[in-house]
């Protein structure tokens, strides 16, 4: 069985400031990851994913993540927060891209 | 290309009534799944559908089911509904070819059980 954890149901940064959205996973197969964004009243909208090759997957909106299997980890960053990017994401595994198993979410705030 | 698209948007039942929830995916997409997400329990598989067959279930009671049409169109019924069954219910189609491991969601249903 898959399962996702994401560390801090809550996570604020002032503008401008790093983010960092922690995510461990646990799969019995090479995983398949996936970051998603959702914002108020809207569904998901995927941020990047990790299936295979270059571990450092870069993705929209400034957002990338580093798969490190040793850690069986999935940290999402961004450099430099934006007003814009306050909302809740979603860490996810699949060992095929279907049957999503989500993390619990993260929600972010930014302040000004 | 058109995103994946659900109907109704919101929707107000009461207890023991049924509902049934429609979803369309992104043209040429022939998975399709759908996820129930509540405050408590968080997002969570429901099924999935591949050429008009159920392919993968999560684990809900048989209250749950759902179907695809030819075009695949999927719709997704719960009968007897519970309060519990309060949720944004979320569809999402599988891409093909280059990226057929991404699931693209639609907005989502909101069903309000009274």
């Known amino acids: 069985a898959q399962s996702v954890t994401q560390l801090g149901s809550h996570v604020s940064v002032s503008e401008g400031a790093l983010v960092l959205l922690r995510c461990n996973y646990s799969s019995s197969v090479p995983p398949y990851l996936f970051w998603y964004v959702q914002y108020p009243n809207q569904g998901l909208q995927l941020l990047l994913k990790y299936t295979t090759g270059a571990t450092l997957v870069k993705g929209i909106n400034g957002f990338e993540a580093e798969f490190k299997k040793s850690e069986t980890s999935f940290h999402l960053t961004k450099p430099s927060a934006h007003m814009s990017d306050a909302a809740e994401y979603f860490c996810?595994?699949?060992?095929?891209?279907?049957?999503?198993?989500f993390g619990g979410g993260t929600r972010l705030m930014v302040k000004p | 290309k058109a995103g994946v698209t659900q109907t109704p948007r919101y929707l107000i039942k009461t207890r023991g009534q049924q509902v049934t929830l429609s979803c369309s995916p992104i043209s040429g997409h022939r998975s399709v799944s759908w996820y129930q997400q509540t405050p408590g329990q968080g997002l969570q598989f429901l099924f999935e559908?591949?050429?008009?067959?159920?392919?993968n279930k999560g684990n809900f009671p048989g209250r749950f089911s759902g179907r695809q049409f030819s075009n695949s169109r999927s719709e997704m019924n719960v009968s007897t509904l519970e309060l519990g069954d309060s949720a944004l219910y979320l569809c999402?189609?599988?891409?093909?070819?280059?990226?057929?491991?991404?699931?693209?969601f639609g907005p989502g249903t909101r069903l309000t059980v009274l």
């Open positions: 996810a595994v699949s060992d095929a891209g279907n049957m999503l198993t």
């Open positions: 559908y591949f050429s008009e067959t159920q392919r």
């Open positions: 999402a189609s599988l891409s093909t070819g280059k990226n057929s491991d991404t699931q693209y």
